[in-house]
Antibody, heavy 117, light 113 residues
Framework: EVQLVESGGGLVQPGGSLRLSCAASGFTVSSNYMSWVRQAPGKGLEWVSVIYSGGSTYYADSVKGRFTISRHNSKNTLYLQMNSLRAEDTAVYYC???????????WGQGTLVTVSS | DIVMTQTPLSLSVTPGQPASISCKSSQSLLHSDGKTYLYWYLQKPGQPPQLLIY???NRFSGVPDRFSGSGSGTDFTLKISRVEAEDVGVYYC??????????FGQGTRLEIK
């Protein structure tokens, strides 16, 4: 059974850093495209980042230069390192598997990041 | 980036009645590979989104046949033939022809009368 479990969210001050983790089971992270999608409170879905099976990474303009997506193959885990956090980064962050570079078929339950002083 | 525009933004439907949601993209979602990269998701309260429809009109595994998708190019529609209480939530269309980035519509909130 495919499962994605995020962790690492919490309250952080503006300018601070946080690292999110997404532990996968039932499939191999490194063989798939994996993505982070976020949802600000009461708002819609916003794609954040993707890492391809070959290792290429891409980011939304809103996070480029501040966030870094990565994976640990032996731990079968996806990460999102978030630096220079801003109030507008406050959101639930979901990891999701991107199938054939086209659609998200499995999502985690999400982890809440709150950026506030 | 491709902009996805959904209408309406909210719907109130009596159980057993049909519902329809429109999604328009700022560019054609038809790829040279012949596929159209348009998807529909439902986000039930307190849950992550779940895939309903892929490539315009294909129901994902386990999705009831009361859900159907249609359209082409830049205009797409999600229809629910007979709304049930469990269909409550926010519906999103999504494009991935231009990845990155993936973009979503604003969402359509469905409530039961």
């Amino acid at each position: 059974e495919v499962q994605l479990v995020e962790s690492g969210g919490g309250l952080v001050q503006p300018g601070g850093s946080l690292r999110l983790s997404c532990a996968a089971s039932g499939f191999t992270v490194s063989s798939n495209y994996m993505s982070w999608v976020r949802q600000a409170p009461g708002k819609g879905l916003e794609w954040v980042s993707v890492i391809y099976s070959g290792g290429s990474t891409y980011y939304a303009d809103s996070v480029k230069g501040r966030f870094t997506i990565s994976r640990h193959n032996s731990k079968n885990t996806l990460y999102l390192q978030m630096n220079s956090l801003r109030a507008e980064d406050t959101a639930v962050y979901y990891c999701a598997r991107l199938i054939v570079g086209a659609y998200f078929d499995y999502w985690g339950q999400g982890t809440l990041v709150t950026v506030s002083s | 980036d491709i902009v996805m525009t959904q209408t309406p933004l909210s719907l109130s439907v009596t159980p057993g009645q049909p519902a329809s949601i429109s999604c328009k993209s700022s560019q054609s979602l038809l790829h040279s590979d012949g596929k159209t990269y348009l998807y529909w998701y439902l986000q039930k309260p307190g849950q992550p989104p779940q895939l309903l429809i892929y490539e315009v009109s294909n129901r994902f595994s386990g999705v009831p046949d009361r859900f159907s998708g249609s359209g082409s190019g830049t205009d797409f529609t999600l229809k629910i033939s007979r709304v049930e209480a469990e269909d409550v939530g926010v519906y999103y269309c999504m494009q991935s022809i231009q990845l990155p980035p993936v973009t979503f519509g604003q969402g359509t909130r469905l409530e039961i009368k």
